[in-house]
């Protein structure tokens, strides 16, 4: 999710949406008690930072927007160096790393997906040349990104008419909505035959589990702690221990979720509108730390208490 000038307006606004009943779900859940990972800064500064990924040859990927003017994608090595891998970028959302390119969502605004305007775009850039270039175009608010085994990508909308859009690998530039019964869907991760997405301003925040070969098919819903629209649910990730570890923005927390069990507990807190997490890769990255973002321009590594 990305809030920029206005971001206050804007979330008024969005909860202000959000009418009727949560969807049925399997069963209630509240926050078990969770041995708690230790958080330790790894570069602050940025402006407000809304994904990341590792593109395994050393380097984390930021997606930063800033209050004024465009964003950027920018880079950090495990030394602390930065670099910018790609400028002037209206809103940049979800990154994935696909061989040597990094595909990314632009256009994810508040304005844009409150207004419906359609400035969205899928774009990719080369890691080794820094060519960039646009693979879908005419979105609405593309948030979150991820890429089916098939070679697809599907990207979410929150705000507005919020939906699941799938690019098809055949057929990038004929994007095709998927299916709008979802809720507020933001964060969005695939892990085997599934897809993993979250609700930010329903009633309850849930985790929505797809999949990924029937995505029109039956929905499993997991309920999550807390009210929705004071949660902000966001980005997600699945871990090698299969859970699902979801950021809730506004109260700054990562939830691991059982997914088994539909149960769930707090890892951390404390983090300052965090934004998204993702499982260190790489040369000088973690593989067991979890790293998180957050609109305070932060990068955070999760210590897991047992190493």
């Known amino acids: 999710m990305r809030r920029s000038t206005g971001a206050v307006g804007a979330l008024a606004a969005a909860i202000g949406l959000v009418s009727g009943a949560p969807a049925a779900a399997e069963m ?13 800064t790894v570069a602050a500064g940025y402006g407000m ?29 495990a030394s602390g160096a930065r670099s910018t891998l790609v400028e002037n970028v209206n809103g940049p959302g979800g990154l994935v790393l696909v061989g040597e390119d990094a595909y990314f ?28 270039r646009t693979l879908a175009s005419g979105l609405v608010m593309p948030n979150g990104l991820t890429r ?10 929150d705000l507005g008419a919020p939906g699941l859009t799938r690019i098809p690998a055949e057929r990038p530039g004929s994007p095709e909505l998927v299916r709008a019964d979802l809720g507020t869907v933001n964060g969005i991760a695939t892990h085997g035959d599934r897809v993993y997405v979250s609700t930010s301003f329903d009633p309850v925040s849930e985790l929505k589990i797809l999949s990924a070969n029937d ?29 699902v570890y979801v950021t809730y923005n506004l109260p700054g927390k990562v939830l ?21 997490v993702q499982f260190g890769a790489g040369r000088g990255w973690d593989e067991a730390s979890l790293y998180a973002t957050g609109f305070d321009g932060t990068v955070r590594q999760l210590i897991p208490p047992v190493r």
């Open 28 to 40: 209630s859940v509240g926050a078990n008690p969770c041995p708690q990972w230790s958080a330790v």
């Open 49 to 77: 930072l809304e994904n990341l990924a590792f593109d395994g040859q050393g380097s984390m990927l930021l997606s930063e927007s800033a209050l004024v003017g465009p964003g950027a994608v920018r880079a950090l090595d």
């Open 105 to 132: 969502t632009t256009g994810n605004t508040a304005l844009s997906g409150l207004l419906g305007i359609a400035d969205g775009t899928i774009d990719a850039v080369d890691l080794g040349t820094g060519d960039r």
């Open 148 to 157: 089916l085994g098939n070679g697809d990508l599907l990207t979410t909308r």
């Open 215 to 243: 995505l029109h098919g039956p929905v499993r819903t997991i309920p999550l702690p807390g009210v929705g629209p004071l949660n902000i649910a966001d980005d997600l990730t699945v871990g090698p221990d299969g859970a």
């Open 256 to 276: 691991r979720v059982d997914t088994a069990t539909g149960t769930s507990c707090e890892i951390a807190s404390g983090l300052t509108l965090t934004s998204s």
